[in-house]
């Protein structure tokens, strides 16, 4: 099949174009360095010509309310309307499990927006909602750091290697199409504020977690559920510790 990866350079679609390859598959690494760009729709008919799926794993340069929304919506647009120009016959989106629980979050608006659009289009299409990824833990801390201090949420969570969600959506990607939407997660469920201070701890950072059930999760406060998948979803195989085990060994 020819398989045409929007954000193909990123940390999925990097992992998800080797995959692809590794079957067989003619695989286009499509992003705006390669001219392809959604959002202003250069590049779009000629990469998709001849495609039978695409699969989108790009994500919102910016984090803020407004920008997120707009680029969801408007790379949605553009990119199902040019699949249904070219006859694509399967649609593949990574989103986020707990999307459509995270409505108060400026950010997970935007993704309800493109899952809308998506639903919405005529293209078959399957939607893969994953949980946290490991790689976003030190973003995470960031994200709720005030001084030497990180307040999280001790909401639950079940985070998964990129390489696990990257085999996950390659099996989607060669499947049927559902007009669907399936979940993966990894095989540990922990509380939020917990998994972050493991993180810190093993990564040597000083700061200290502090849970705060009123911590707001980029925008969103969060329960027990909000952030961990329903009945039957794929469970990775990387643990956090063997995550991180690899983790360090890249960088030596």
Do not use: C
Request: hydrophobic fraction near 45%; aromatic fraction near 6%; charged fraction near 20%.
């Amino acid at each position: 099949m020819k398989i045409v990866v929007i954000g193909g350079s990123g940390l999925i679609g990097s992992k998800l174009v080797k995959k692809l390859n590794v079957l067989g598959h003619e695989v286009i690494a499509a992003s705006p360095a390669s001219g392809v760009n959604t959002i202003t729709g250069e590049g779009l008919e000629a990469v998709l010509e001849g495609t039978d799926v695409v699969v989108d794993v790009a994500n919102s340069p910016s984090f803020e309310d407004k920008a997120v929304l707009e680029f969801f919506e408007t790379s949605g647009r553009n990119l199902l309307a040019a699949e249904a120009a070219a006859g694509v016959k399967h649609h593949v989106a990574l989103s986020v499990v707990g999307t459509d629980r995270l409505a108060e979050s400026g950010y997970f608006r935007g993704k309800i927006a493109q899952e809308k659009l998506i639903k919405a289009s005529p293209i078959p299409y399957t939607i893969v909602h994953s949980t946290q990824f490991f790689e976003f833990l030190g973003g995470i801390a960031q994200s709720g750091t005030q001084g030497e201090t990180v307040h999280l949420s001790p909401a639950f969570v079940q985070p998964i290697a990129s390489d696990d969600v990257a085999a996950a959506v390659a099996d989607v990607t060669v499947g049927a199409a559902l007009n669907g939407t399936v979940e993966i997660a990894g095989p540990e469920r922990i509380r939020l504020s917990d998994l972050v201070q493991r993180y810190l701890t093993e990564t040597g950072d000083p700061r200290k977690v502090v849970s705060d059930v009123h911590a707001r999760y980029f925008g969103a406060e969060l329960t027990d559920e909000m952030l961990v998948p329903g009945e039957n979803p794929r469970i990775g195989a990387i643990d956090f510790e063997s995550w991180f085990a690899s983790q360090a060994k890249a960088v030596v």
